[in-house]
């Protein structure tokens, strides 16, 4: 299987994980305990991979300053984001935009 392959299945199983919830609304109440729980940790989880991802590149034999920096913008964007709106999907965005416009726009300049 290629890695795009793998992508694209990622993203719709991520898509699908939040789109069941969202569809099924008022009947959740009515899912086992254990499905509630497990689709609630979704958002936090979603912040947990954010991190990891850009922190990935931070393991290289010489890490890349501009990587740093744009991690730290993002983690930042996303406390500061979840504290001002107390909605975790918002502060996902809100930190991956961030990120990524910070990793863009520092590349050359540290």
Do not use: E
């Amino acid at each position: 299987m290629s890695f795009l392959a793998l992508i694209v299945l990622a993203g719709l199983g991520t898509y699908l994980m939040r789109l069941v919830p969202l569809v099924s609304g008022h009947k959740m109440n009515q899912w086992h305990p254990a499905i509630t729980l497990a689709l609630s940790a979704l958002g936090l989880s979603a912040i947990a991979t954010l991190i990891v991802l850009s922190i990935s590149g931070l393991w290289q034999a010489s890490p890349q300053t501009d990587r740093l920096v744009a991690m730290c913008l993002g983690t930042l964007a996303v406390l500061l984001s979840l504290r001002l709106f107390r909605n975790v999907g918002l502060a996902t965005l809100i930190g991956a935009v961030a990120y990524g416009l910070a990793d863009v726009g520092l590349k050359g300049l540290l």
